[in-house]
């Protein structure tokens, strides 16, 4: 099962409104079933799902300190994707969130204090040796700023090259627990999760791969220690 987590140190990047996107859209795409994860205590994908009328993705409740028993129920169950949503903090119970991820998106609006912070969560993720690629969001349509800002996040890592833009239908689908794949399935917004849903899919199976590798090189190299 692949295990999305959504950090950043910034309150206001769109975690929340990305976790569940990229779940619908997963979906939607074939690439279910998915689950979203709520581990921020302001509850607000939980509360997204409680009004929401389709059936998937589904929300499964726990705590971080549960997190990889649940995470491994729910591969044994068959869930193919989980998507988890943290806090806006740095801390040591969001580290324990992070190493449970296959791969972590960090949404970074394109304004110079969000690009300062987002330092922070680098850092996190990185000492926890996890793979990470960036989202920016909140973008203004042909502004500078988000050129610049993706210029400057490409120096630390992969940047999606769906930029999510700033338009009202990205909060007016979650009212009543739907995103914008579900009110117009033709607008730009649409284009937009599904552009990143792909790149997204793609990063994660690298990683993927990448570890298998890994996995494999390691059992050789104890095989030929073990006869030598």
Do not use: C
Request: no cysteine.
């Amino acid at each position: 099962m692949h295990v999305l987590v959504l950090a950043s140190q910034k309150g206001g990047a769109g975690k929340t409104t990305l976790a569940a996107h990229l779940g619908v859209a997963a979906e939607a795409a074939g690439d279910g079933p998915a689950v979203l994860i709520d581990t921020d205590p302001q509850g607000s994908l939980s509360a997204w799902w409680n009004v929401r009328e389709a059936e998937t993705p589904a929300l499964a409740p726990t705590t971080i300190a549960e997190l990889p028993q649940k995470l491994a129920a729910l591969a044994e169950a068959g869930y193919r994707l989980a998507v988890v949503d943290t806090p806006p903090a740095i801390t040591e119970a969001i580290g324990a969130v992070v190493r449970s991820a296959e791969l972590v998106l960090i949404p970074t609006r394109p304004s110079p204090h969000d690009l300062r912070a987002v330092g922070s969560t680098v850092e996190l993720v990185q000492a926890a040796g996890k793979p990470f690629v960036f989202a920016v969001t909140q973008a203004k349509p042909n502004a500078r700023l988000t050129v610049q800002a993706v210029a400057a996040l490409s120096e630390h890592g992969a940047v999606a090259p769906a930029i999510v833009h700033d338009r009202v239908d990205y909060a007016g689908s979650m009212i009543d627990g739907r995103t914008v794949q579900e009110t117009d399935s033709k607008g730009r917004s649409s284009g937009e999760m599904v552009e990143l849903w792909g790149f997204v899919k793609a990063q994660m199976t690298k990683s993927t791969k990448a570890r298998n590798e890994g996995r494999q090189g390691n059992e050789q190299e104890a095989r030929r220690r073990a006869v030598s």
